[in-house]
């Protein structure tokens, strides 16, 4: 069970919008640590998408995007296209456990 | 552009030693904190370890700490990290990774994104 929980999987039809979440608590984005966002093709390096919770670095498309609110944060991918089938993982820092989480991690399906 | 490559996995039995290496290119290296993250078969991803831009502060998540050291050699743009006592728990694929803030240490680079990882390698801890 992650301290950053996720859902296992998501899906959506090509050009939809698809949201995944991650819910943390008090001691890590419930008192302000920021979140970052990976998508990863197992195998594959890992990918930055958003990171401090709403900026993308270069060369990521405008179509992911990133917020926070409360202990939770959510990554918004619209225009769903049938290369972002991957997996999703959040990322943040925990101050009781004094260490950097992964989320569990979100399966993409793109049907 | 950014590179980073990492090598040394291999098939290692129980309670034997390993050393990984990550060799990166097109960044100072010498600015910015570095880590361990591994992928266990069929899981997601853990973060392992993590050292500051001058090696001067090392962070481990609890299971390998005693067992695992991570360092860095700046003249050489090189990672490494040292696995001993491996167990069947290790097996993994390990990945490098810099984070996206220059001069970060301790909490302020576990805080921090990763920017540019490799592609991996495979460790595999069985008798």
């Known amino acids: 069970q992650s301290v950053l929980t996720q859902p296992p999987s998501v899906s959506g039809a090509p050009g939809q919008r698809v949201t995944i979440s991650c819910t943390g608590s008090?001691?890590?984005?419930?008192?302000?640590?920021?979140v970052h966002w990976y998508q990863h093709v197992p195998g594959t390096a890992p990918k930055l998408l958003i990171y401090d919770n709403t900026n993308r670095p270069s060369g990521v498309p405008a179509r992911f995007s990133g917020s926070r609110s409360g202990a939770s944060a959510s990554l918004a991918i619209t225009g769903l296209q049938a290369e972002d089938e991957a997996d999703y993982y959040c990322?943040?820092?925990?101050?009781?456990?004094?260490?950097?989480?992964f989320g569990g991690g979100t399966k993409l399906t793109v049907l | 552009q950014v590179q980073l490559v990492e090598s040394g996995g291999g098939v290692v039995q129980p309670g034997r030693s390993l050393g990984l290496s990550c060799v990166v290119s097109?960044?100072?290296?010498?600015?910015?904190?570095m880590q361990w993250v591994r992928q266990a078969p069929g899981k997601g991803l853990e973060w392992v370890a993590l050292?500051?831009?001058?090696?001067?502060?090392?962070n481990y998540r609890d299971s390998v700490k005693g067992r695992f050291t991570i360092s860095r050699d700046n003249s050489k743009n090189t990672l490494s990290l040292q696995m001993n006592s491996l167990t069947p728990e290790d097996t993994a694929l390990y990945y490098c990774a810099k984070t996206n803030l220059k001069y970060c240490s301790g909490s302020t680079c576990l805080q921090s994104a990763f920017d540019n990882w490799g592609q991996g390698t495979r460790v595999t801890v069985s008798s």
């Open positions: 008090s001691s890590n984005i419930g008192v302000g640590y920021d």
């Open positions: 990322q943040s820092y925990d101050s009781g456990l004094s260490t950097m989480l």
């Open positions: 050292i500051s831009f001058d090696g001067r502060k090392e």
């Open positions: 097109g960044f100072s290296f010498s600015d910015y904190g």
